[in-house]
């Protein structure tokens, strides 16, 4: 016995007769009723009397209709599957970010791929680095997008893009008026730190070279978004990577170009040994055509 036969045999419990099943399966009648005997015969129950031209349920039939439709409930909810792995439109995806993408490249990016999926769901989180790692490496998330991670050997580069670094600023402060900043022009200025520079492979000698020393490291933060909000505030000049300030995102803030050793990179990653779906090539191919745009709308 196979699912056809069980197909027709629930039809059949659903509509009352073999004619109403076969319309639903668009079979000729004899082909349904053949369909139903031969399922009869291999269970070797009888599922149906019949009596003056009507199909009545024995009680063999009926119990058997309920694990049957649980089977079917499982059945249709496998085709979904199939249907939305087939389909890129469909799905869901599953996104890690650093918390300096969610302001205007990440959203940007996400809305773009949704106009052309329609179907799909995005879910994102925006993590520490650490931790966006370790959902990545866990499959929790289908790709991530970082600076400069730490290397892990379950996890593979999908897209690498250089990323500026810049100074940000109150038009009121001192060094608005520079066309560039450079670490020789921070000292005797309060600055906005971001401690996790270091997990994105920053280093204060990178940053700031001979200066370090003597940097004012007044107020510290979790994110390039977070040092922005405080610079406007007025605590002193932050400098952030070029995702935090593209697409006009703080328009009330100087950006400078920022002059040093580092070398910052936005990097897409994957685990290794998953694949990536339909939807998530599409993510990566968006994130990258709206980065190209963005990035040119930083000094």
């Not at 170009?257 to 910052?264: E, F, I, M, S, T």
């Amino acid at each position: 016995m196979n699912l056809r036969h069980l197909e027709v045999f629930r039809h059949v419990m659903q509509t009352g007769s073999v004619r109403g099943a076969a319309a639903i399966l668009r079979i000729s009648d004899a082909a349904a009723s053949k369909l139903l005997s031969t399922a009869e015969r291999r269970m070797g129950l009888v599922l149906f009397e019949r009596t003056r031209g009507r199909l009545v349920p024995t009680p063999e039939a009926r119990r058997l209709y309920e694990d049957v439709e649980q089977l079917w409930g499982r059945v249709e909810r496998i085709e979904t599957l199939i249907h939305s792995l087939a389909q890129p439109a469909g799905g869901t995806l599953h996104l890690a970010s650093s918390p300096s993408f969610g302001v205007t490249v990440l959203p940007q990016a996400a809305t773009r791929l949704l106009a052309d999926m329609p179907d799909l769901t995005i879910n994102v989180d925006l993590m520490i680095p650490h931790l966006l790692l370790q959902n990545l490496v866990e499959g929790v998330s289908d790709v991530g997008i970082s600076f400069n991670p730490r290397q892990h050997p379950s996890l593979e580069i999908i897209e690498r893009m250089h990323c500026s670094l810049v100074c940000v600023m109150p038009a009121t402060h001192a060094l608005a008026s520079r066309k560039l900043i450079r670490a020789a022009d921070l000292p005797g200025h309060a600055v906005v730190s971001f401690p996790l520079a270091r997990d994105y492979g920053l280093s204060d000698e990178a940053l700031f070279g001979r200066h370090s020393d003597k940097i004012a490291r007044r107020l510290n933060v979790r994110s390039g978004q977070t040092a922005c909000w405080f610079s406007l505030a007025g605590v002193g000049l932050a400098i952030v990577d070029a995702a935090t300030v593209a697409g006009a995102a703080f328009p009330n803030l100087v950006i400078r170009p920022y002059r040093c050793d580092a070398k910052v990179e936005i990097l897409l990653l994957r685990h290794r040994d998953r694949p990536l779906s339909r939807a998530a090539a599409e993510f990566c191919a968006s994130f990258v055509c709206t980065w190209d745009e963005l990035s040119q709308t930083v000094p």
